[in-house]
C-alpha cells in the first residue's frame, strides 16, 4: 500500500471498478502473468564523426558478429538507465548524452524470446577509448559510409563499415508511409554481411535521425 500512498494519481478519481474493486484490491488480484510479456533490451549507437562504436558478440545469438552495444534492461530499471549501464558494461564507455530514437519490435528479430529493443544514440566531438567487456568479445571503432540513391516511394540505402581488415555492410530500402501530417518511416529488402540480426536497420535508423537533427553529420 506504501507504494500506492506515494503515488496517488494511480488512484484515478478514488471509486471502485466494475466489479466492485478498490484499486488495491485489484492489483492484489491482478496476475502479471496473465499474458506472455515480451523481453525489453536497449541498444546504443554511439557515433563520433565518421566512425561507429560496435561489439563483437561474444555468445550466442549471432556468437562472432557485430552489433551495438546494448542488452537486457532490469526489472527497476529506467531505460535511459540501462542504456548508459550496458553501454559501460561491453566497451568502457561512460557518461555520455544518450537520445531515444526509436523502437523495433519485430516478432521474431531475436530466437531467444519475444524481445522489444529500444535504439538509443549519442554523437561526440572525439571518440572515447573503448575496451571490450561483460559478454562482448571485442569492442570497435568502425569508419562508416552511406550511400542513398532514390527508390520507389523512399530510398535505397547502401551502408558500408571498415575497421583494418574488417569490412561489414548493410542494404536496405527505406519507405515513406503516413500522411502528409506525419510522416513515418518503413525497411525493406534488408539485408547485412557481419552484423547481428536487425542491427544494420539500428544504424541506419540512428544516421537518419541525427542526420535530421544536424547539419554536421
Not at 2 to 19: C, I, P, V
Not at 72 to 92: C, P
Request: aromatic share 10%.
Amino acid at each position: 500500500m506504501s507504494y500506492l500512498q506515494d503515488n496517488t494519481a494511480f488512484l484515478g478519481t478514488g471509486e471502485r471498478d466494475g466489479k466492485g474493486k478498490t484499486l488495491q484490491e485489484f492489483l492484489d488480484a491482478y496476475d502479471p502473468k496473465k499474458y506472455d510479456c515480451p523481453s525489453n533490451t536497449v541498444d546504443i549507437a554511439v557515433f563520433s564523426g565518421r566512425e561507429l562504436l560496435l561489439i563483437r558478440r561474444g555468445g550466442h545469438p549471432n556468437i562472432g558478429m557485430f552489433a551495438l552495444p546494448g542488452g537486457f534492461v532490469e526489472l527497476r530499471e529506467d531505460l535511459e538507465t540501462a542504456a548508459a549501464r550496458e553501454l559501460m558494461e561491453e566497451t568502457g564507455v561512460r557518461d555520455l548524452p544518450l537520445v531515444q530514437v526509436r523502437t523495433f519490435g519485430a516478432w521474431d528479430r531475436d530466437p531467444r524470446w519475444r524481445v522489444i529493443t529500444t535504439l538509443y544514440a549519442a554523437v561526440l566531438p572525439e571518440k572515447p577509448a573503448a575496451k571490450a567487456g561483460d559478454d562482448a568479445a571485442d569492442a570497435v571503432w568502425f569508419t562508416w559510409s552511406l550511400r542513398e540513391t532514390p527508390a520507389e516511394n523512399g530510398t535505397r540505402l547502401e551502408l558500408d563499415l571498415a575497421a583494418g581488415d574488417l569490412r561489414l555492410s548493410v542494404k536496405a530500402t527505406r519507405v515513406r508511409c503516413g500522411n502528409e501530417y506525419l510522416n513515418e518511416y518503413r525497411y525493406k529488402d534488408y539485408e547485412a554481411e557481419g552484423l547481428a540480426g536487425d542491427h544494420g536497420l539500428l544504424i541506419l535508423e540512428a544516421i537518419r535521425r541525427i542526420r535530421e537533427e544536424t547539419v554536421h553529420f
